[in-house]
């Protein structure tokens, strides 16, 4: 399966965007989906996940302002960002993987989009 993230880009503080991630080569119902950023200097972190049976993860910093949601028949995920700050800058990924839905480990994913730059300026 192949990711296409995309949907990134300036935005100021308190503005939203809304991220999307497109498979092709296979269809993602099989899989849970994920969202990381990866902020300058910083690892790899989770962000948000969706289970197959659309059951839905946060970590604590973007709770109550991003969304995570599927559309298995136009095969894409999306990530709803509100109310945006500028800690939220960073490069967004999206990933997926079989067996671990809400998995927060970066080596438990087993594909990888090549990721969308978010900018939230003060």
């Known amino acids: 399966v192949q990711l296409q993230a995309y949907g990134g880009g300036l935005v100021q503080t308190g503005g939203s965007l809304r991220l999307s991630c497109a498979a092709s080569?296979?269809?993602?119902?099989?899989?849970?989906m994920a969202w990381f950023r990866r902020a300058p200097g910083k690892e790899r972190q989770f962000v948000a996940g969706i289970s197959r049976n659309t059951n839905t993860y946060y970590s604590d910093s973007v709770k109550g302002r991003f969304t995570i949601s599927r559309d298995n028949n136009e095969n894409t995920v999306y990530l709803q960002m509100n109310s945006l700050k500028p800690e939220d800058t960073a490069v967004y990924y999206c990933a997926g993987n079989t067996y671990y839905p809400g998995s927060t480990y970066v080596h438990e994913y087993d594909f990888w989009g090549q990721g969308t730059q978010v900018t939230v300026s003060s």
């Open positions: 080569g296979g269809s993602l119902r099989s899989y849970a």
